[in-house]
């Protein structure tokens, strides 16, 4: 186990270093932020999938990600950097590979035990919040789909709280294909390149992207070195079609099929198609209808897989665009957390 300890703010920061596994199986190691207040007694742990990254200056262990920030003065909180980021950079990730994510935060949660151990704490080191958003909030649930399966006996789930999650990938890449327009572009090369490398589809991305994305993902992109989010918005470009050529775009090519089977693949739920698990801990689904990135349909098809159950609490309503939702998000569930106490 390696620690390092960073410079405390409001909390004493550690880069850990764990074992885990790759989309083929094979193990490697990872990297992530842990986080614990300074100089009092936390409230409890949280685990934060975090939201989508492109750049690994953004990486947990290189700076705690704003969602983590948000709970790290009162909570431990453990936010791993998922395969492609922090130790392993040089990788690509497979982006929106849920069960991946779910085995890389899990593996995390696991490692940190000992160190949390040793702190002397004063809290149960077996029970955890889950909190994400976007590509955490679908990570969540692929998170806690895990831990109630494979590790019920170990880890107990107080609350997940999951927001505008992209639990059926394939519809949302289906919303930007209609509408021809996302006002995150950048999820698209993400989301191609990840899944051709989540599934080992071996696809040549140059039948996808336009000369202007491969310009693009060629120069920024793939050297994770830049502030893409930034890049992206500046070209005032918001066209799918810009992005990705005809003929990736083009269902009736085997190709494009190969693609989208894999986008099938990383869903959670897909069209009528519900998961045979079924969530027993508590659960926060929050999702704005004006989303303008995670398409709304998510989080209703989630609901009609779920939708009889007790323990699930629905959040929808019409609160801004993906990015004005987010700042809304987070505020909240540490408002739930504080008040629950």
Known sequence: MCYAAKKPLVSDEYVLHYPSIDQYGDSLVLSGNLSVPAGKQPKGIILVPHYTIASNMDAPSVKMTADGRTFAE?????????????????????????????????????????????????????????????????????????????????????????????????????????????????????????????????????NFFTPALEKVYSKYIEKKDHDIVTIFFKTLNHKVSHWISKPGRDMTRPETQRMYEGFVRSSLVHDTICPSWTPRSPLYIYHSKKDDVVTFRCAERLQQCYKNLPNITYDFGNYGGHLQSSRRFFPKVKEMLDNQR
């Not at 990570?139 to 999650?165: N, P």
Request: aromatic content about 10%; glycine content about 8%.
């Open 74 to 206: 009162d909570y431990v909180v453990l936010v791993p950097d998922y395969l492609g980021y922090g130790l392993t950079a040089d990788r690509v990730h497979p982006y929106l590979h849920g069960e991946l994510t779910a085995h890389n935060c899990v593996d995390m949660l696991l490692y940190a035990q000992p160190k949390l151990d040793s702190m002397q704490l004063g809290i149960p080191l077996d029970s955890i919040y889950i909190v994400g958003f976007s590509q955490g909030g679908a990570s969540a649930m692929w998170t806690l789909k895990l831990l109630e399966e494979q590790y019920a006996d170990r880890i107990h789930v107080i609350k997940c709280f999951a927001g505008a999650g992209p639990y059926d990938v394939a519809v949302t890449y289906d919303e930007a294909m209609i509408t021809n327009r996302s006002m995150m572009p950048m999820v698209i090369p993400l989301l191609f390149e990840g899944t051709n490398a989540a599934y080992d589809l071996q696809l040549d991305r140059a």
